[in-house]
């Protein structure tokens, strides 16, 4: 019953977050890139958006590594849990 409820608490907060926050458009480049973008948009380029695609994801990769971690973890966590319940009472 109280595994229940977590994962409907967690489920619930995650849908909050991803549904409540509106999404924009972000800038995530350093100074020359930043520069180098503007410059080829203004002679008709899209290279800057590929650009700033390419950063965010390239900085979206260290954090799927980590979730990955913690997701693994916490299973590996809760089935040694589920063991020790299991386990007869003498």
């Excluded at 019953?1 to 409907?8: A, D, G, P, T």
């Excluded at 695609?53 to 590594?65: H, Q, R, T, W």
């Amino acid at each position: 019953m109280k595994s229940l409820l977590v994962k409907i608490f967690v489920i619930s907060a995650l849908a909050v977050v991803f549904l409540g926050v509106p999404i924009k458009e972000t800038s995530a480049q350093c100074a020359m890139c930043s520069l180098t973008a503007e410059n080829s948009v203004k002679n008709g380029n899209t290279q800057g958006k590929t650009l700033n695609k390419g950063i965010l994801f390239l900085l979206s990769c260290p954090f799927l590594a980590a979730g990955l971690v913690g997701f693994v973890w916490f299973k590996k966590y809760r089935d040694s849990e589920e063991s020790d319940d299991r386990a007869p009472i003498l």
